[in-house]
């Protein structure tokens, strides 16, 4: 008998097309195009089967999902099986009237995001001129048509010194919540990680920004701060444990554990064009390759914490180790955690190169 859980969300990433060029974009370096997409239909039968599958929210990403004439049919189908449903948005396609449209099918919360705190380095970091302008503009849209508000910034080395006045900025846009995300370094974080790593002082500096802010801003602001995995001692439960908790449906319909679960080579992703996404849950090899804790290795199998952090980040392991199935080396019991440090040295101190932006064809 299978007892696994159902998952507690479903990212469903619409499309890979988007306006922005963010250079630490989470998607693949091999972006998926418009003609692999799939279609209404199919898109509704993953809406069904998420909500088939027993997960509570479904995640409406991308790329810009709003670049898809589709989102508010995908939204109400999602609505009127109960599922709670959240936009992940960069805001630079919405206007009055999709905003009002979205809320009419359903949406519940709109997560935006901001690349900085003005419009010259913000611009620059999204590669666009007039985003963050416009961003602005779509905040106050979103708080005036009554949706739930999250902010998301994602923090390196080239904005981090300015969260304060993030966390300012996200309080004065009327946000209930703002996502204070350090940059996880895969997709297109890696090819721009010696542009992007920040320092041990900056990161010292950013964590007395949180913990003070958290007090002054209680029951005003919830600040959900996701740490950096290159100065932690101990690795965060990457998704919430490898195919324990989320799902993610790719443009083209593969279903994968995580956003960067492609980079493993020797996994095979079914397709929800072939397999039913309770099927793909339950028992597909991807998903039960690193699920619970019979696949770990030492230190990891014998760890007090195996069951907490479930062994960190698979994807960050073959990165920095060649090996899926190694101790993710942001642990400090990794053998291979002064990989970790001697990185951190040759690459956080130096001047930091031009961004390589995030494009269709690389």
């Known amino acids: 008998m299978n007892t696994q859980s159902p998952p507690l969300a479903?990212?469903?990433?619409?499309?890979?097309?988007c306006p922005l060029q963010c250079p630490y974009c989470s998607n693949p370096l091999a972006l998926e195009g418009v003609d692999d997409e799939l279609g209404t239909e199919e898109w509704c039968r993953v809406v069904d089967e998420t909500a088939a599958l027993g997960a509570y929210q479904i995640h409406f990403s991308g790329g810009e999902p709003t670049v898809r004439k589709d989102l508010p049919t995908l939204v109400r189908r999602a609505a009127d099986l109960g599922l709670y449903t959240n936009l992940i948005t960069s805001g630079i396609l919405l206007d009055e009237l999709k905003i009002a449209t979205l809320m009419e099918a359903g949406l519940e919360h709109v997560q935006l995001s901001l690349q900085d705190t003005s419009a010259k380095p913000a611009d620059r970091i999204a590669g666009m001129q007039a985003a963050h302008e416009k961003k602005l503009a779509v905040a106050s849209l979103i708080r005036d048509a009554g949706l739930s508000l999250t902010i998301n910034c994602v923090f390196h080395r080239q904005n981090l010194e300015r969260l304060g006045a993030m966390i300012d900025l996200a309080v004065d846009l009327g946000a209930e919540r703002l996502e204070i995300a350090h940059t996880q370094y895969y997709g297109w974080a890696i090819k721009n990680r010696r542009a992007l790593l920040p320092s041990r002082k900056q990161i010292e500096a950013a964590n007395a920004i949180v913990v003070e802010a958290e007090k002054r801003l209680k029951g005003i602001l919830l600040i959900d701060y996701v740490p950096p995995d290159y100065y932690a001692r101990r690795p965060k439960a990457c998704m919430g444990g490898w195919g324990n908790q989320f799902m993610n449906v790719?443009?083209?319909?593969?279903?994968?554990?995580?956003?960067?679960?492609?980079?493993?080579?020797?996994l095979h992703f079914d397709n929800i064009r072939e397999r039913s996404l309770v099927d793909i849950w339950l028992?597909?090899?991807?998903?039960?390759?690193?699920?619970?804790?019979?696949?770990?290795?030492?230190?990891?199998r014998s760890c007090e914490r195996r069951e907490i952090d479930w062994g960190g980040c698979r994807c960050q392991a073959l990165l920095l180790t060649g090996n899926a199935a190694s101790t993710d080396p942001i642990c400090e019991l990794s053998p291979d955690h002064d990989l970790i440090r001697r990185l951190v040295k040759s690459e956080a101190g130096e001047t930091p190169p031009p961004f390589h932006y995030r494009r269709m064809g690389g």
């Open 283 to 300: 028992g597909s090899d991807a998903f039960r390759r690193f699920r619970g804790t019979d696949w770990m290795p030492e230190p990891c």
């Open 250 to 266: 790719s443009p083209s319909g593969k279903v994968l554990p995580c956003h960067a679960a492609e980079t493993i080579p020797d």
């Open 10 to 17: 479903v990212l469903a990433e619409l499309t890979h097309r």
